[in-house]
């Protein structure tokens, strides 16, 4: 469940505890942070080869200082070369299988979007 928050264009951090009958709660909680949805306007270069290796820069929205920001080409996952800001970072095309698109995102938890 999400919280209430009326800035969607920051991080809230949540405390997470337990319950099975709404009134005794686990001892202690862990924290969540639910981040803004990140947002990728534009990229460029938009090809390079097959072999992979050329440094793309996208730029976008929310991509944050996460330790688990991660860029995606398809289903392959990079780690950002940079970070320049919360609005543009550079990452490493990987090789691809064979010539085509793929699409390009970005996420703060490691795990590609689901979009």
């Known amino acids: 469940i999400a919280p209430s928050f009326g800035d969607r264009s920051v991080s809230v951090i949540v405390d997470v505890g337990v319950t099975i009958n709404g009134q005794d709660f686990s001892e202690g909680s862990l924290q969540y942070t639910y981040h803004p949805l990140v947002i990728v306007n534009e990229l460029s270069p ?33 780690t950002p070369l940079v970070t320049e800001n919360s609005t543009e970072i550079a990452c490493d095309a990987p090789p691809a299988l064979r010539p085509g698109g793929v699409e390009v995102h970005v996420s703060l938890n490691g795990f590609i979007p689901p979009y």
């Open 46 to 78: 938009s090809h390079g080869p097959i072999s992979g290796g050329t440094v793309v820069t996208l730029q976008g929205e929310h991509f944050g200082q996460s330790s688990d920001l991660t860029c995606w080409f398809g289903t392959t996952p990079v």
